[in-house]
């Protein structure tokens, strides 16, 4: 993997300091200063929460566990690294930099956070940081026009960034297929979720975001996190929503599953992922994100018709909030250094905001895709008691066929999700490739 990124690292560095001469120009900065960070304490204790270094820090080298260390950055030198690398005996201490992306950095080894900061250039300075933990010695002051330019940059993936994207897609693919089995087994949550792991070859810190894992009704909560520790008496269906990453870059990934004999179910899972890959097909240059959202809903409209749910037109279960009951959520987000990536809003490299549909609360993205750009493609239908109960009090209840719902209800719900690279001409569906290539 490594002598495949060598010669994608050295054009990703260029372009990552093209970026920061130009948005430091825009501040009247003399230095970018991107710290990693150092992990959370927890309240009134002496252990810290996992470490998550700065994706800003990831964005620059694949350097995923090394707190309290340092990127500078001044326009016209080389970029530096101040690594931490302490004296201590309680854990283990990170080894020396080395391997493919060492020769773009300058580095000096340090004992202390304390001498990592002493040794940052002064002047005029752009702090990219977390204000909580503060870092002593350094204010983080993380100037928004600093951020507006390399967030929105940051949208554009170099094809060192897709490679490593594709590395933490096979890894999910791998975890995904081996849950699959687990679930055919007849495992509970927990333990579907320790199959995933195995297979992933993570630990739940390393995971980009808190695997879904839910049987029958749990996949009607979205973020269904509770891991059952007794498989229930019958499992009837499986919703499973967990990534993998690879260098700091995540994958997202969800699939949903019928037992065996439960056909009507697994005909309406047909029905969404045909619909899904509908829409991942129109991932492409010019496409309008909250357009395409919209046009899912009415495309999953006409699946509820299809299979009895509903007995309105389209354009009536959208316009009257229907498909909103049964597709609560959005279509998708941008997908990189992190699982919702930035600038998903944002209007163009100076900042602003683009608002979401009216009616659509919870859209991630509502820009106009361009090559490079990365997005989920999650559509979703689920029988939420919560709002269906809502939905039986509108003057559209007339037009839902409850028996038909609450035949639905027992599975959940069904949620299928790939990870796709827009590019010049057909999308590339990083999932759907990485499925492919697992036996």
């Known amino acids: 993997m490594s002598q495949d990124l060598a010669p994608l690292y050295t054009p990703h560095i260029a372009t990552l300091r093209e970026r920061a001469n130009k948005a430091l120009a825009l501040g009247g900065f003399d230095h970018l200063l991107v710290a990693a960070s150092t992990p959370l304490r927890k309240f009134l204790d002496d252990q810290d929460y996992p470490f998550v270094a700065n994706p800003h820090f990831r964005h620059w080298l694949p350097l995923t566990d090394a707190p309290g260390s340092w990127v500078v950055y001044t326009p016209g030198n080389k970029p530096k690294l101040i690594f931490v690398q302490p004296r201590d005996y309680w854990h283990v201490v990170p080894a020396a930099p080395s391997g493919y992306w060492v020769d773009q950095f300058d580095i000096t080894i340090v004992r202390t956070v304390a001498e990592a900061t002493a040794a940052l250039p002064k002047g005029k300075r752009a702090v990219i940081a977390p204000n909580c933990p503060e870092i002593e010695g350094v204010e983080a002051n993380n100037p928004q026009v600093v951020l507006d330019y390399l967030h929105w940059h ?155 749910v509903i007995r309105m037109s389209a354009e009536s279960a959208v316009q009257s909030g229907v498909t909103a009951t049964f597709f609560p959520h959005g279509l998708g987000h941008p997908i990189g250094l992190q699982v919702h990536d930035v600038a998903g809003f944002q209007a163009n490299e100076s900042g602003g905001s683009i608002p979401r549909p009216e009616g659509h609360p919870y859209l991630r993205m509502t820009r106009v895709l361009e090559p490079g750009m990365v997005v989920t493609i999650e559509p979703g239908l689920y029988f939420i008691d919560m709002l269906l109960d809502e939905l039986r009090s509108k003057p559209a209840a007339s037009e839902i066929d409850w028996a038909k719902v609450d035949a639905f209800r027992p599975y959940g719900g069904i949620r299928i999700e790939d990870d796709v690279v827009c590019t010049t001409t057909a999308p590339e569906n990083l999932t759907r490739d990485a499925f492919a290539k697992v036996s």
Do not use: C, W
Not at 169 to 186: D, I, L, N, Y
Not at 194 to 208: G, K, V
Not at 247 to 252: F, H, I, T, V
């Open 154 to 308: 940051r949208s554009y993936k170099t094809p060192y960034e897709l490679e490593l994207m594709r590395a933490a897609s096979r890894a999910g693919t791998r975890a995904h297929r081996a849950a699959e089995k687990a679930f055919r087994a007849g495992e509970s949550e927990f333990g579907i979720h320790m199959a995933y792991l195995a297979a992933a070859r993570q630990i739940d810190a390393e995971l980009p975001y808190a695997s879904i894992v839910g049987l029958n009704e749990h996949g009607a909560v979205l973020h269904y996190t509770n891991f059952d520790r007794t498989p229930p008496k019958q499992s009837r269906s499986f919703l499973i929503d967990a990534g993998a990453s690879a260098a700091g870059y995540a994958s997202d990934i969800t699939r949903t599953y019928a037992a065996a004999g439960h056909a009507e179910f697994q005909a309406l899972i047909d029905s969404v992922e045909k619909a899904q890959l509908g829409f991942a097909a129109k991932v492409q240059a010019g496409q309008s994100y909250p357009e395409l959202h919209i046009h899912a809903h009415h495309v999953l409209a006409d699946v509820l018709r299809e299979h009895g």
